[in-house]
């Protein structure tokens, strides 16, 4: 098992001071949930961790893995109800990874990038494909684990690959035809398997028309 105290419980602050000692991500105790989920409410994360990057957070879960210590990812928090007694775990905060690097029509955008952001983003590159995703809460790493999607397009026509921390705590690229999409399902989800980064393929058009489509879905979903 992991660090414990004379009682048999994790020690959380020992744990804190050996995951500070190897790896560059800050790190909080008692860290209140409600402020980083949409609903606001929940207790506290026993140790909360914002790994600076793919292999900072790949380390130090499988350092968890390891140790016997429980972590658990976080996302953007949309629609995630957290119990007044909060979590007894390292809770992994992906906010950090935020890498958004494009080429041409490519781009690369790290699990922490808010969806509606890359969307936004590839309207003012005159890119088309990720219109439907202007208007949907949450992150890039849920959207690629869930298959993300609205108006008849989704996340597996734009994602090209995937980098991604399996159940065992190694890393993995896949290609697409790797992460088993179907309708708001994946390979990924069923395998509990933790989208890092992703790759997508968007397409050069016309940038006025982009960003009109984008425009109508906003207020398609505002008058929901």
């Known amino acids: 098992?992991?660090?414990?105290?004379?009682?048999?419980?994790?020690?959380?602050?020992?744990?804190?001071?050996?995951?500070a000692k190897r790896f560059a991500g800050p790190l909080a105790l008692n860290a209140p949930m409600a402020d980083y989920t949409s609903w606001r409410v929940g207790g506290p994360a026993a140790l909360m961790f914002w790994p600076k990057d793919p292999a900072d957070c790949a380390g130090a879960i499988s350092y968890c893995l390891e140790k016997g210590i429980p972590a658990l990812p976080l996302g953007s928090g949309t629609n995630l109800l957290v119990a007044d007694a909060g979590v007894d775990a390292l809770v992994v905060n992906m906010s950090?990874?935020?890498?958004?690097?494009?080429?041409?029509?490519?781009?690369r955008a790290g699990a922490g990038v808010p969806l509606a952001r890359l969307a936004a983003q590839a309207g003012q590159r005159d890119l088309g494909g990720l219109e439907f995703a202007i208007g949907i809460p949450g992150s890039v790493g849920g959207a690629v684990l869930m298959n993300a999607g609205a108006y008849g397009?989704?996340?597996?026509?734009?994602?090209?690959?995937?980098?991604?921390?399996?159940?065992?705590g190694r890393l993995a690229i896949l290609d697409a035809g790797e992460l088993g999409y179907r309708y708001r399902e994946s390979r990924l989800r069923e395998g509990g398997w933790l989208v890092l980064a992703a790759e997508m393929e968007l397409k050069p058009g016309d940038g006025e028309a982009i960003r009109a489509a984008m425009k109508d879905y906003l207020e398609s979903r505002r008058e929901k």
């Not at 098992?1 to 995951?19: A, N, P, S, V, Y």
């Not at 950090?96 to 781009?107: A, T």
């Open 1 to 19: 098992m992991g660090m414990l105290d004379q009682t048999g419980k994790i020690d959380w602050r020992e744990t804190e001071r050996q995951l």
């Open 96 to 107: 950090g990874l935020k890498e958004l690097s494009w080429d041409g029509p490519r781009v």
């Open 153 to 168: 397009c989704q996340m597996a026509d734009v994602v090209v690959s995937a980098e991604v921390l399996g159940p065992d």
